[in-house]
């Protein structure tokens, strides 16, 4: 193996795309934002709320919980959905692991990954400690999402690698220093210094159900509240660490281009989607299309009338081709499970994917008769369509087939305002009460009118 050296003489300049952003992220005011990143940051918040009370409940995170935050700590930052307080890093590493235990958290198809839930529980965080009104919170969001969504857009990761815990971390780096009231310059160096602190992840954590993977947002909330105290102190990143981790180390076609393109007036987080099924988003299109057969079936769809069932999708979802899942994360990547575990249950629910539900017999019975193939035309839709074509044979003889070309809640089908606030209340009802469910979704909807967030972080550690 031969190794070439460049000798490195001097610090190289900063480019001028970071420049560029740094200079925006610093100086950008709530009024410069479009009514429809207003309105969608308010959505992400509260949906990403409703996420992680419900994923405190798992039994993962309570035991974490007790661990890392037992009652009467001293911490003044809500573990939501736990009626405790922590310390702020160890309640944005808490709300990040709980934020994704469930596969509810809402998403960017063009980044490829989960933007909000790494960069909600660094700011809740950061507010629980310092003067934040409701508008510098969800301006916060808006910016963290924005550079995460955009470094997931401007790379491609290898294929080997699980998107959460890397650019992740940048987002929430970027939003508490926001918060802090960062000039440019030292937006600069939280940008440089925050990408090189994400977390080398792997994709096999997800296929085998490793549930280490519902970690990795939890540790880019944690590492990029901390940023913000690294540069204050002093530390300083290398010139374009961007580059160079989403260039050469974990990406190899970083494209800066895509950094700068429309900053400001096209808002990734307007572009984001929502999900209703509680599990990996490359179930969603064939689990669409299964409710479309069963809507035109008109009657119930029992486990016990299907012959089998052939799915046709894009690569990403053919892998998901395990039949058996031996826990609750591998069964949410599951194909064949999702499909099952919908047709049993009635919705591919939180409780059709609890410990319970997997050791149904019936639903490990149909999962075993269903078939993926990847369709190379439906791969080559990447990333804007994510489709999906489901068969399902009938032990009568009958043979009922639907597509679906985008999942519901992406930006080409969204979900209604009203669709948004009812899986919140879905998720958060059960957590909190009806009463107290109703009260945090009215004050996350009033967060643009509130000088303080005192009274809302009350709510949320409630």
Same mark, same amino acid.
């Given at each position: 193996?031969?190794?070439?050296?460049?000798?490195?003489?001097?610090?190289?300049?900063?480019?001028?795309?970071?420049?560029? @952003?740094?200079?925006?992220? !610093?100086? +950008?005011?709530?009024?410069? /934002?479009?009514? %429809?990143?207003? *309105?969608?940051? &308010?959505? $992400?918040?509260?949906?990403?709320?409703?996420?992680?009370?419900?994923?405190?409940?798992?039994?993962?995170?309570?035991?974490?919980?007790?661990?890392?935050?037992?009652?009467?700590?001293?911490?003044?930052?809500?573990?939501?959905?736990?009626?405790?307080?922590?310390?702020?890093?160890?309640?944005?590493?808490?709300?990040?692991?709980?934020?994704?235990?469930?596969?509810?958290?809402?998403?960017?198809?063009?980044?490829?990954?989960?933007?909000?839930?790494?960069?909600?529980?660094?700011?809740?965080?950061?507010?629980?400690?310092?003067?934040?009104?409701?508008?510098?919170?969800?301006?916060?969001?808006?910016?963290?999402?924005?550079?995460?969504?955009?470094?997931?857009?401007?790379?491609?990761?290898?294929?080997?690698?699980?998107?959460?815990?890397? @650019?992740?971390?940048?987002? !929430?780096? +970027?939003?508490?220093?926001? /918060?802090?009231? %960062?000039?440019? *310059?030292?937006? &600069?160096? $939280?940008?440089?210094?925050?990408?090189?602190?994400?977390?080398?992840?792997?994709?096999?954590?997800?296929?085998?159900?490793?549930?280490?993977?519902?970690?990795?947002?939890?540790?880019?909330?944690?590492?990029?509240?901390?940023?913000?105290?690294?540069?204050?102190?002093?530390?300083?990143?290398?010139?374009?660490?961007?580059?160079?981790?989403?260039?050469?180390?974990?990406?190899?076609?970083?494209?800066?281009?895509?950094?700068?393109?429309?900053?400001?007036?096209?808002?990734?987080?307007?572009?984001?989607?929502?999900?209703?099924?509680?599990?990996?988003?490359?179930?969603?299109?064939?689990?669409?299309?299964?409710?479309?057969?069963?809507?035109?079936?008109?009657?119930?769809?029992?486990?016990?009338?299907?012959?089998?069932?052939?799915?046709?999708?894009?690569?990403?979802? !053919?892998?998901?081709?395990?039949?058996?899942?031996?826990?609750?994360?591998?069964?949410?990547?599951?194909?064949?499970?999702?499909?099952?575990?919908?047709?049993?249950?009635?919705?591919?629910?939180?409780?059709?994917?609890?410990?319970?539900?997997?050791?149904?017999?019936?639903?490990?019975?149909?999962?075993?008769?269903?078939?993926?193939?990847?369709?190379?035309?439906?791969?080559?839709?990447?990333?804007?369509?994510?489709?999906?074509?489901?068969?399902?044979?009938?032990?009568?003889?009958?043979?009922?087939?639907?597509?679906?070309?985008?999942?519901?809640?992406?930006?080409?089908?969204?979900?209604?305002?009203?669709?948004?606030?009812?899986?919140?209340?879905?998720?958060?009802?059960?957590?909190?009460?009806?009463?107290?469910?109703?009260?945090?979704?009215?004050?996350?909807?009033?967060?643009?009118?509130?000088?303080?967030?005192?009274?809302?972080?009350?709510?949320?550690?409630?």
């Amino acid at each position: 193996m031969s190794l070439s050296v460049v000798p490195m003489t001097e610090r190289p300049p900063t480019p001028a795309w970071l420049t560029e @952003w740094a200079a925006f992220a !610093a100086n +950008v005011r709530w009024e410069d /934002l479009p009514p %429809a990143v207003t *309105e969608r940051a &308010v959505q $992400v918040m509260y949906d990403s709320v409703g996420a992680i009370a419900a994923g405190a409940q798992e039994p993962e995170t309570r035991a974490l919980a007790d661990r890392l935050a037992p009652a009467g700590d001293g911490g003044v930052a809500p573990v939501i959905g736990t009626h405790r307080h922590a310390p702020a890093a160890t309640a944005a590493l808490l709300n990040g692991v709980a934020g994704t235990m469930l596969e509810l958290d809402e998403g960017n198809q063009y980044s490829r990954g989960h933007p909000g839930i790494h960069v909600v529980p660094a700011i809740l965080a950061y507010a629980s400690t310092h003067a934040v009104s409701g508008r510098d919170l969800l301006l916060a969001l808006a910016l963290g999402y924005e550079i995460g969504a955009r470094i997931g857009i401007a790379s491609k990761l290898r294929v080997t690698m699980h998107p959460h815990g890397t @650019w992740g971390t940048v987002g !929430a780096a +970027v939003a508490v220093a926001r /918060l802090a009231g %960062a000039t440019a *310059e030292q937006m &600069v160096e $939280v940008i440089n210094v925050s990408s090189t602190l994400g977390l080398a992840t792997s994709r096999r954590t997800m296929l085998e159900g490793g549930t280490v993977r519902n970690t990795f947002a939890g540790w880019s909330n944690q590492i990029g509240l901390t940023v913000w105290d690294l540069v204050a102190s002093g530390f300083t990143g290398e010139a374009d660490g961007l580059a160079t981790i989403f260039g050469t180390v974990a990406a190899d076609d970083w494209t800066p281009a895509a950094m700068t393109e429309d900053l400001g007036t096209r808002w990734e987080i307007a572009r984001n989607y929502f999900k209703r099924h509680a599990c990996c988003r490359y179930n969603h299109a064939a689990l669409d299309a299964l409710e479309k057969i069963k809507a035109e079936l008109g009657t119930a769809l029992r486990a016990e009338d299907v012959d089998a069932i052939e799915v046709d999708t894009y690569i990403w979802a !053919a892998q998901l081709a395990g039949p058996a899942p031996h826990n609750t994360l591998a069964a949410k990547f599951s194909l064949p499970y999702s499909l099952a575990t919908h047709i049993v249950h009635g919705a591919a629910s939180v409780e059709a994917f609890r410990a319970e539900a997997l050791t149904n017999e019936t639903t490990r019975a149909l999962a075993r008769r269903v078939t993926l193939r990847e369709s190379k035309e439906y791969t080559a839709m990447l990333p804007a369509l994510r489709p999906a074509r489901v068969t399902v044979k009938l032990k009568d003889g009958r043979t009922l087939s639907a597509e679906s070309l985008t999942n519901r809640g992406d930006t080409e089908d969204p979900y209604t305002t009203a669709d948004v606030e009812a899986k919140f209340l879905a998720l958060a009802t059960p957590v909190w009460g009806d009463t107290h469910a109703q009260t945090l979704l009215r004050a996350t909807q009033q967060l643009p009118a509130q000088a303080d967030l005192v009274d809302y972080l009350a709510l949320l550690a409630r």
